[in-house]
């Protein structure tokens, strides 16, 4: 037997109709919006390698030009 005297915790309805459909886009763009952070700082480790790269070679080309031009 079942007491019904205590209240019952209402249950959540599932998400149906335009409702899911909402929650679904929130969610891919959520996803997506990720993504493309992650995606700018990965490229901006890279950009920034490159641009030590290219700065350590100038240095180093200063440094042979001046041994060789007093």
Do not use: C, F, H
């Not at 993504?35 to 700065?55: E, I, L, N, W």
């Amino acid at each position: 037997m079942s007491d019904t005297s205590r209240p019952r915790e209402a249950t959540a309805a599932p998400v149906r109709g335009e409702a899911k459909w909402r929650a679904t886009r929130a969610a891919i763009a959520g996803r997506n919006e990720e993504a493309s952070r992650r995606g700018r700082a990965r490229r901006q480790v890279v950009y920034d390698q490159q641009t030590a790269r290219r700065v350590a070679a100038e240095r180093l080309e200063r440094a042979e030009l001046a041994k060789l031009w007093p």
